[in-house]
C-alpha cells in the first residue's frame, strides 16, 4: 500500500501548525515607516558621523530604555558621580536633553544639566532609577522591532560608513539574546556623549521645568 499522500498531507499539516505558532512581528504602518526616516534624518543632520550602530542605539533606548544600564541604586549613584566628576564641559554638548528613536518615549538628558546646575544629580538618578524600573519589552521583541527599523533605514540608500560590518554584528548580538551597544567610537570622538536615559513623563513632570530655565 502506498501512503506516500497521506504523508504529504501529514507533513502539510506539521507545517501549517508550526507557522501558526512561529511569532511574527505585525507588517510597519505607512506613518511608522515615515517616523522612522524623519528620525534618520534627524539623527544624521545633528550627528552627521553617525553609524548604523548609533542609530540602532537611540531606537534602542527609545524601545527599551535604560533598564540594562541599572542593577542597583547604589552601583547608579556611584557610577553617575564618577563621570560627573570626569567631564571636559568645553567638549559636552549644549543641548540638555533630546528624544531618542522613533516614538520619543525616552529621552536622553545631558550631564551638562547636572554639571552647570540646572538639575541635581540626585534628581537626575532618581529619574534615571525610576525609568529603568518600568516593564519592558523582550528581546525577542525588540529583535523584531529592529528588524522592520533597519529595513525602513536600509531603503533609504544612506551609504552609512561601515554599514554591513555593523549590521551584521547587531544582527549576531541579537540572535545569542544580547541587545545592548556602545556608542560607535565616531561617535564618542565626535559628540562626546554623557547622559542618562529618562522616561518621557518623568522628564517632563520632574526634570524640563528646570530644564527649561535659562
Not at 502539510?12 to 505558532?21: G, K, P, S
Not at 534602542?60 to 541604586?73: C, I, L, W
Request: aromatic share 8%; with cysteine; proline share 5%.
Amino acid at each position: 500500500m502506498n501512503h506516500t499522500p497521506h504523508l504529504l498531507t501529514l507533513m502539510l499539516l506539521v507545517a501549517a501548525l508550526l507557522m501558526a505558532c512561529t511569532p511574527t512581528s505585525r507588517p510597519m504602518s505607512d506613518d511608522d515607516a515615515q517616523r522612522v526616516r524623519e528620525m534618520t534624518r534627524w539623527q544624521l543632520e545633528h550627528y552627521p558621523q553617525s553609524r548604523l550602530i548609533d542609530l540602532y542605539k537611540t531606537c534602542f533606548q527609545d524601545y527599551m530604555g535604560p533598564e540594562h544600564a541599572v542593577t542597583s541604586k547604589t552601583l547608579a549613584s556611584n557610577n553617575l558621580n564618577e563621570e560627573l566628576s570626569g567631564l571636559d564641559m568645553d567638549s559636552l554638548a549644549t543641548t540638555l536633553y533630546e528624544p531618542c528613536g522613533v516614538d520619543s518615549q525616552y529621552y536622553r538628558v545631558n550631564l551638562r544639566a547636572v554639571a552647570q546646575g540646572n538639575i541635581s544629580a540626585h534628581a537626575l538618578l532618581d529619574a534615571f532609577v525610576a525609568s529603568a524600573q518600568r516593564q519592558h519589552p523582550t528581546v525577542e521583541q525588540w529583535k523584531q522591532r529592529w528588524q522592520q527599523i533597519q529595513q525602513v533605514i536600509s531603503g533609504m540608500q544612506l551609504s552609512l560608513p561601515h554599514y554591513q560590518q555593523d549590521s551584521t554584528a547587531i544582527a549576531a548580538m541579537l540572535d545569542v539574546g544580547d541587545c545592548a551597544l556602545s556608542h560607535s567610537d565616531e561617535y564618542k570622538s565626535a559628540y562626546y556623549p554623557h547622559y542618562r536615559i529618562v522616561a518621557r513623563d518623568i522628564l517632563e513632570s520632574e526634570l524640563q521645568p528646570a530644564l527649561d530655565k535659562r
